[in-house]
């Protein structure tokens, strides 16, 4: 059986799949639900991964990835819609991850987002950052918060993403659409340029370095919105990778920056559900109040889980108070809330009997 790209594609978007892994030795394979299922058929090998390659890169990125060894670029299939492939190589061949985006802008409710989220769209200048490990809807979520801005707010929207999974058409707001590569050369000099371009808001599909970050908190000082996304687990270890990846003489002034402009940190994980069928969203949320600021500015970090703690009327919740809440509606087993937990003592405790 000879595989087609296209079929895979179609039959992972029929079946409601996140990911597709294509790998040599193996079947097509696709994420579900969290669990990666392998499709029927004969395992792939070097020719029809090399066809692959050519069917989703151009010559310029074929030659690029020859290079570089490696690629991510997004694509817009009929009937499909638009899906992110990173090209990677192992033992000389080329291996793909695709991830197949959104069709189409979920509501909350869906997504089962808190309120906050929207909330927070509604601020005018400062921080906002969405966190968490790959795979949880970091992008989702930041394509909702652009999203709610859009059909809302008369701004102008500039975002910088590798790649764009999620096409905006401008409403109320003016959106434009950078990627890297092939319109910025890095994230660091196009938000350098981005601040010339009379922005309101600014949205960074990740930031990877410390010239990405000192940038943007530049840029949320200086009167802008600044939405970005950070692999980091929780809130604590949120503030303290920012403050880390600066050098020790230049930690102090950063962590005034940031106590000074981070307005919010959503740290999002995704579980199974209890009855098998997908997953649900789990969230820690703080906002930051005059007493997270100052936590923050004197290195008190271990202090935001009792700020989040006590800051419900603001709609902050420690990760294992989502958790627990999402065990006793019956989302997840409680297995799974244990397992996920800071604390097992504390789901243990207020579980129900």
């Known amino acids: 059986m000879a595989w087609q790209l296209i079929s895979i594609l179609g039959e992972a978007r029929q079946r409601g799949a996140s990911d597709v892994h294509l790998v040599r030795g193996i079947p097509p394979a696709m994420r579900l639900a969290g669990k990666l299922e392998r499709m029927i058929g004969d395992p792939l090998d070097d020719a029809t991964l090399v066809r692959f ?4 890169a151009t010559p310029d990125q074929v030659l690029r990835f020859e290079s570089g060894r490696e690629l991510c670029v997004a694509l817009d299939q009929p009937g499909i ?59 989702t979520t930041l394509n909702y918060m652009i999203d ?16 764009i999974e999620y096409v905006h058409q401008s409403q109320r707001s003016i959106v434009v659409q950078q990627e890297l590569v092939s319109d910025v050369t890095s994230f660091r000099s196009a938000l350098v340029h981005v601040l010339r371009q009379d922005p309101d808001v600014i949205v960074i599909g990740e930031m990877r370095d410390l010239e990405t970050i000192e940038t943007a908190l530049i840029a949320a000082e200086t009167g802008h919105l600044v939405l ?126």
């Open 53 to 56: 390659l050519d069917e989703v």
């Open 81 to 139: 819609g638009r899906v992110r492939v990173s090209v990677y190589r192992r033992s000389g061949t080329p291996e793909m991850a695709i991830r197949l985006s959104e069709t189409a802008i979920r509501p909350a409710a869906d997504l089962r987002l808190p309120p906050i989220v929207e909330e927070l769209t509604h601020r005018t200048s400062g921080l906002v950052l969405v966190t968490g490990p790959t795979g949880v809807g970091k992008t």
């Open 148 to 163: 709610c801005i859009n059909r809302q707010r008369p701004l102008k929207i500039v975002t910088i993403e590798d790649p």
């Open 228 to 353: 970005a996304t950070l692999h980091t687990p929780d809130v604590v270890q949120t503030v303290q990778r920012i403050c880390s990846v600066f050098p020790s003489e230049r930690q102090n002034a950063i962590i005034l920056q940031l106590s000074n402009s981070l307005q919010a940190v959503v740290a999002q994980r995704l579980l199974p559900r209890a009855n098998g069928l997908g997953q649900v969203l789990a969230c820690e949320v703080c906002v930051t109040t005059p007493a997270v600021r100052t936590h923050i500015r004197e290195r008190q970090v271990h202090q935001l889980a009792n700020e989040m703690q006590t800051g419900m009327k603001l709609q902050m919740q420690t990760m294992d108070a989502s958790l627990l809440g999402l065990y006793q509606q019956g989302e997840i087993t409680l297995e799974t809330a244990l397992s996920q937990s800071r604390s097992a003592d504390f789901i243990r405790r207020h579980a129900k009997p």
